[in-house]
């Protein structure tokens, strides 16, 4: 039996790969569509590395089927500013506060805050530091993590207006 | 096995399938059990995705109760302004459940029918006396319940949702797995409309179970101290790479009485074993009337009352005499007065192996 075709759009862009059906939305990121940004760490729904947007929602793509998101919006790290324009609002406090070590979980991570602003469910520390719970830093540099999402929950609400890609 | 995948449009168009495919097996959010097929654990000729299904995905509230669709996300449950009013106890269960990634697919009633051993929902549910709505009928959540991975569903029969009655209410706590938050164990204990005590206990390995002990217990006098000389038996648990079945059932006991003595208002106090409250300092090596107390951040303070049959100012003139605090202070060698009402004082303690002056 042939593969299914599993359409996407990712950052914006209309994607049509056939694959086996149990494939991941991860494995179709970074196989099919070559966005190594997205990171395989676990491969067991722990680590948060895979973390990327889906319809505006943060999700771990390792668990996943990429059929389950049949003809939905995906946005990945690549996806969030433009190669050689300014950086992302999140990118850019991360970067002063010096939120990332060896960079590996960097991706996920702000993909995660991305979605944890847009939705400001989070206000004080404690709480950002419970709504991260799902991405892991294995060197441990969440101070400066939790510090940057929480600049960005402070700053005002121009600011992280403008956090999600537009979708229309 | 390969496995395809198929996308139902109706709960009819789903049973159909599960009865032509044998081997297929209906796929919720697959939080769960995405990774068991990934990894060997389970097989499925066909996963049946049910997210299409607009009647799986709603939440009501009805006249007596409250009905929460089987596709509903974790995360929607959480927020969702009607629950978070009428039933508490499930929006704060929902929103201990894993992460915010994996609330955001997960839902309930795939939690209910996968029945993960260490899964939250099977407590919450069991404990709330839920009731489970199939398409083919109404089964009670202590009969829903077989065991690790194993419940009354029957093979094309789907889980449609569950209602809670009104005036549930209720609390979960879990020790956590640190990186998946699988409980391990976890406790939610529940107050029926008419006043019954529920509490149900996952995480232990075997799937959930009712402490009916404990429920009993709680029923005559609702305070820790009820749980004081009650133990879970080890032969509901499993040892594994993470904790032995012995410390499973600990851990279960300590959250409940954690429970307990939150909803009671009580300070919460430790699970003294035969061991005692801290190095060298056995309860019993405590002046009469003082108890050791262990609070929620783990600082150790010591509190007490004595009655002293004395008038106020006789009592405070004692102890500004330097002799008196000198004998009242166990291990004090020498206090000597270095200006007024300040006083330099040498004392003896002795903290497990440790012995010091100070």
Not at chain 1, 106 to 124: F, H, K, V
Request: aromatic share 4%; proline share 5%.
């Amino acid at each position: 039996m042939a593969n299914p075709v599993i359409r996407l759009i990712v950052n914006s862009k209309q994607v049509e790969i056939q694959a086996d059906p149990m494939t991941s939305l991860l494995d179709v990121l970074r196989e099919h569509c070559h966005l190594t940004g997205t990171h395989q760490g676990c491969d067991t729904v722990q680590c948060g590395a895979c973390t990327v947007l889906i319809d505006g929602r943060a999700v771990k793509s390792c668990n996943r089927l990429a059929l389950q998101c049949q003809g939905m919006q995906i946005t990945t790290i690549e996806g969030i500013a433009s190669q050689d324009g300014p950086l992302h609002p999140v990118q850019m406090a991360f970067s002063q506060h010096h939120a990332l070590q060896c960079g590996f979980c960097t991706p996920g991570l702000i993909m995660r805050s991305i979605a944890l602003i847009q939705d400001q469910a989070a206000s004080d520390e404690e709480s950002v530091r419970a709504a991260l719970s799902g991405n892991l830093c294995r060197c441990t540099g969440y101070e400066g993590i939790v510090r940057a999402v929480c600049e960005l929950l402070r700053s005002p609400k121009a600011a992280t207006d403008q956090v999600l890609p537009d979708y229309s | 096995m390969n496995t395809a995948y198929l996308r139902a449009e109706s709960v009819e168009q789903a049973i159909g399938w599960l009865q032509r495919y044998p081997q297929s097996r209906l796929l919720a959010g697959g939080q769960s059990l995405l990774p068991m097929l990934r990894w060997g654990l389970g097989e499925a000729s066909h996963l049946i995705d049910l997210q299409d299904i607009g009647q799986l995905r709603s939440i009501e509230n009805a006249e007596n109760d409250l009905w929460i669709g089987a596709m509903v996300t974790h995360a929607e449950i959480a927020r969702h302004p009607r629950v978070r009013e009428i039933l508490p106890f499930f929006a704060q269960v929902a929103a201990q459940i894993a992460d915010a990634q994996v609330r955001e697919v997960g839902t309930i009633g795939g939690s209910i029918a996968h029945h993960d051993p260490a899964a939250c929902w099977p407590a919450a549910v069991l404990a709330g006396q839920a009731e489970l709505v199939t398409s083919e009928r109404q089964i009670t959540a202590d009969d829903f319940f077989l065991g690790l991975f194993a419940t009354s569903l029957r093979r094309d029969e789907i889980l449609l949702g569950i209602r809670v009655r009104h005036g549930v209410r209720g609390a979960y706590r879990k020790h956590e797995h640190p990186a998946s938050r699988f409980a391990m164990p976890g406790v939610a204990l529940a107050q029926m409309p008419e006043g019954a005590i529920r509490i149900a206990v996952t995480g232990l390995g075997q799937g959930v179970v009712r402490w009916r002990e404990a429920e009993q217990a709680l029923a005559g006098r609702f305070s820790q101290h009820a749980l004081d000389n009650l133990d879970l038996p080890v032969h509901h648990a499993e040892s594994d790479v993470h904790a032995s079945a012995e410390y499973r059932c600990y851990l279960a006991r300590v959250l409940c009485r954690r429970l307990v003595a939150s909803l009671a208002g009580e300070d919460p106090e430790p699970l003294l074993q035969k061991r005692s409250a801290a190095p060298g300092l056995s309860p019993s090596a405590l002046p009469a009337g003082l108890s050791p107390i262990t609070s929620v951040d783990s600082t150790f303070r010591i509190q007490g009352e004595a009655l002293l049959t004395a008038s106020p100012d006789v009592i405070w003139q004692a102890v500004l005499k330097s002799e008196v605090l000198k004998a009242c202070i166990s291990g004090c060698d020498q206090i000597q007065e270095v200006a007024p009402l300040r006083y330099k004082a040498q004392v003896r303690v002795g903290l497990g192996p440790i012995a010091a002056r100070f």
